[in-house]
């Protein structure tokens, strides 16, 4: 159990904590500003959410550096971001700040994805995360956090941050799930 496991292993049991914060009914207090009032649970939350996925390049980047890239770790390290994100979407889901079919695609490509890794894996392929895997992470990161705290502070100029990047979150999470399938076409057509 190196350094690295060890900081997924951190994200993965901080997703609980998350879904805790957005899900309990015992509110802690609230506070306004301007307009926009928030319960000290969302703050809580998406701290925590951005605190868990702030590690996502961190156990990589340690793990590459001291060499100790494990297949644990192979594991994991996936396994965590998409229980991060599949957990807040349903989260929202339940809060009703996100439609059900929003989660239901970003969560199905996440499936689809795995599974392709694993026929490949099956055929002794391995295929690594693309930038533009690494791209919509992050905007997938952004979409939930930008959800989770109430469009602060763009609710203050009547921006909508929140709407469009919930929609960059579902295109880019469908391009980049065609972009794998077409580049990785070969391991499905002699499997």
């Given at each position: 159990m190196n350094l690295a496991n060890r900081i997924t292993i951190?994200?993965?049991?901080?997703v609980p904590v998350v879904m805790f914060f957005l899900l309990v009914r015992y509110n802690i207090g609230s506070f306004t500003i301007g307009s926009l009032t928030m319960t000290y649970n969302e703050l809580i939350a998406a701290l925590v959410f951005i605190l868990a996925a702030s590690t996502d390049g961190l156990d990589g980047y340690i793990a590459r550096k001291k060499k100790i890239v494990t297949n644990l770790g192979k594991f994991l390290d996936p396994l965590a971001d998409k229980?991060?994100?599949?957990?807040?979407?349903?989260?929202?889901?339940?809060?009703?700040?996100?439609?059900?079919?929003?989660?239901?695609?970003?969560?199905?490509?996440?499936?689809?994805?795995?599974?392709?890794?694993?026929?490949?894996?099956?055929?002794?392929?391995v295929i690594s995360a693309s930038a533009l895997g690494k791209l919509k992470t992050w905007v997938q990161i952004v979409a939930i956090t930008a959800v989770i705290i109430r469009n602060f502070p763009f609710a203050f100029f009547g921006i909508p941050f929140d709407?469009?990047?919930?929609?960059?979150?579902?295109?880019?999470?469908?391009?980049?799930g065609y972009?794998?399938?077409?580049?990785?076409r070969n391991v499905i057509q002699y499997s």
């Open positions: 951190a994200r993965i049991l901080l229980l991060l994100i599949s957990a807040a979407l349903i989260s929202l889901v339940e809060m009703q700040r996100l439609e059900a079919w929003i989660a239901i695609i970003i969560i199905s490509r996440e499936f689809a994805v795995t599974g392709l890794r694993l026929v490949a894996a099956a055929e002794g392929q709407t469009v990047a919930i929609w960059a979150m579902v295109i880019i999470t469908l391009y980049s972009d794998y399938f077409a580049k990785n």
